[in-house]
């Protein structure tokens, strides 16, 4: 079946610029989104990006697409310990909205 | 706008007992899904409904029936429920799709439960 892929586990400082990464299999998704997931929540649309884009850009997040590898990345400039949280990738699949999750990245922002 | 509620928020169950779950939307979606969220494997697809009256399976439907009789309103029910059920439970909702789609999944808070 369709898979996506993510590390898990990224510590970044204060102040500096995170990016994570997603892989995905299914060459088909049209459209490919960002979740966050803070403690006991659930879960807060960030940003998305259509098939037929390479970058977005909104505020502090800027989302990269290369659709050739099936490669996202999400990146977060000035990194804010408010920004801990879980980041989810998700992809399009199969019709009727239905999206595919990664495992999810624990994002952890030190001092 | 409450936006999408879930009841209960926690709940305990023994091996073998039924429950069901509530979610809720006052957003007038079309689409409505119940997800399970496992620790290290994101969200998994249990079933989605397009529509009143309408279900369908996701990812891992086994060991769940779900039902869509009110448009706002979609139950997940463990008819004997499993230790391997234990999770979080999340429900979400999103707008027909139009000219392919990209339309935005609102989630709701989540109902944990643990089966002993």
């Known amino acids: 079946g369709e898979d996506v892929e993510q590390s898990l586990f990224l510590s970044v400082r204060e102040g500096d610029s995170s990016v994570i990464n997603c892989t995905y299999t299914d060459s088909s998704s049209t459209y490919l989104y960002w979740y966050k997931q803070e403690p006991g929540a659930g879960l807060q649309l960030l940003t998305y990006i259509f098939s037929n884009m390479d970058m977005k850009q909104d505020q502090r997040l800027t989302v990269l697409l290369n659709k050739k590898d099936k490669h996202l990345s999400l990146r977060i400039a000035d990194t804010q310990t408010g920004d801990s949280a879980i980041y989810f990738c998700?992809?399009?699949?199969?019709?009727?909205?239905?999206?595919?999750f990664g495992a999810g990245t624990r994002l952890a922002v030190h001092p | 706008n409450a936006g999408v509620t879930q009841t209960p928020k926690f709940r305990v169950l023994k091996t073998g007992q039924s429950m069901t779950l509530l979610c809720a939307q006052d957003?007038?979606?079309?689409?409505m899904y119940w997800y399970r969220q496992d620790p290290g494997m994101g969200l998994r697809l249990i079933h989605y409904s397009v529509g009143e009256g309408t279900t369908a399976k996701g990812e891992v439907p086994d060991g769940y029936n779900v039902s869509r009789l009110k448009k706002q309103n979609f139950l997940l029910g463990l008819e004997s429920a499993a230790p391997s059920q234990t999770s979080v439970y999340f429900c979400?909702?999103?707008?027909?799709?139009?000219?392919?789609?990209?339309?935005?999944?609102?989630f709701g808070p989540g109902t944990r439960l643990l089966v002993l």
């Open positions: 957003m007038n979606h079309e689409y």
């Open positions: 979400a909702s999103t707008n027909h799709a139009y000219s392919g789609g990209g339309e935005t999944q609102y």
């Open positions: 998700a992809v399009t699949s199969g019709g009727y909205n239905k999206l595919i």
